[in-house]
């Protein structure tokens, strides 16, 4: 098990904690903030190298070995796999090779890691939502168009309700959540290894990673802030910094291990030597100035109730079953199941968590529970569907002894069959009137005895071999004597 540690320090309070403090299901949150003295780290087991290339017996050396093929020399070694050509010479002392221009097949060849040439990957752009741009270095700012492809030095910017997602060649993605400004600082990979290096420069904001576990050893993942660094090798976690200085550690799968950042272990240092060691569905919250603190399990994921009634009101809404322990909850909506094409991103402090107006479709929802301390728990994520569906009515007199009332749904391809409901009480238990499958908009009820009266109307329509349902208001009358 080896691995690389990075220091951990800051995140700018979103109002996600009271006291303390956000797919993702997936990744890490990272925002800019003070410095914090701690150091976290993610470990993997690695993967054998590439093709004629294994890690030296001894990594301290700094080498691997290579074997030659048929017609190679240390010039086309060197061209191969070098930064710098010129560097040939380093090979001929370093393997005491005295004719560099022909090597028998088969010979066993030390490179020094450290002059393996990299070559520039690039990042595809997969989704984005609301105002989201891009710039190269400090350029102008142009809209970020899903397609495209950003290379290092790239800066990604979002506003207000703005969401980007990035995929690397390897399968890691990028969720960029409102407000954030992230840099492409690194994107290569080494020749003969295969192993990556990946940076991302957090400048503002919050990003939400989900990391493809690593394959080769030297493989590196990494986000920094002004304030902060995060190095990864796969695990899925989350990571948040408060106003009040504390910081929040959230593993969703695999381990982390958090340090203090003045003790930063080596690279290479077992994830077990870490101070604490922090696995799936536990956290970790050390205050400012303190150790850091003991690992501790995560709330379980919440529960929504009624979560596949069809969303037909003006604002999507949520209702969270209470879980022991939350002192909150934050919603997140997205069109794929993965939420990588993020879209809203709600917190509540109650079970009744108001989301807003959406255009009609299919979308998924992430909700977790926030406990006392600001410790955000596991997540659950379910399918929904939006349809407006809108439904109005009224009564009146028409007349001596008439009553007609009147209803209509909101404009819809599909036909619309109505149901009418009237009764003297309020449940509307043993109706006087229940007509149903009604194709008009009103109903005229006569001789009606004195009293009080309650109706109601639902409407129904059938689109695509689905069914689908709005039932309306109970609206009460009296008939005086």
Known sequence: MTGECEPLTARRNTGRRAAAGPQKLHGFFLDRAAASPLLVCAFALGAPLAAHAQSASAPSRGTIAYTTQPGDSLYNVADRYL??????????????????????????????????????QAAGVLATSGPASRSWRNGPFLPLIEGSSLVEGDRIQTGDEGFATLELPDGTHLVILPNSLVEIGTLRQTVLTGSVDRVMNLRRGEVDSEVTHATKKDDRFQIRSPSVVAGVRGTRFRVDYADNGSTAVEVLDGAVGVDNARAAPARGVPLQASTQLVTARHGSLTPAGAAVGSPRLLLDEP??????????????????KPLDGAHGYRVQIGRDAGLLDLIRDVRSDGTHVVVGPLPDGTYFVRVSAIDADGLEGMPATYAFERRRFSLSASAGAAGAHNYVF?????????????????SASKDLHAPLVDRSDLPGNALTVSNLAHGVYYWTVIAEQFDHGRFYQKVGAVQSFRIEQ
Request: no cysteine; aromatic share 8%; charged share 20%.
């Open 83 to 120: 930064a710098d050509p010129g560097d040939w010479t380093a090979l001929a002392r370093l393997n005491r090779v005295g004719t560099p221009e022909h090597l028998q097949p088969g010979h066993t060849l030390r490179l020094p890691v450290a002059l393996l040439r990299q070559v520039s």
């Open 303 to 320: 529960t929504l109730i009624r979560a596949a009634r069809v969303q037909s009101d003006a604002d999507v809404y949520f209702d969270v």
């Open 406 to 422: 009147r209803w209509m749904a909101g404009r819809s391809a599909s036909p619309t069959h109505y149901r009418f409901v009237l």
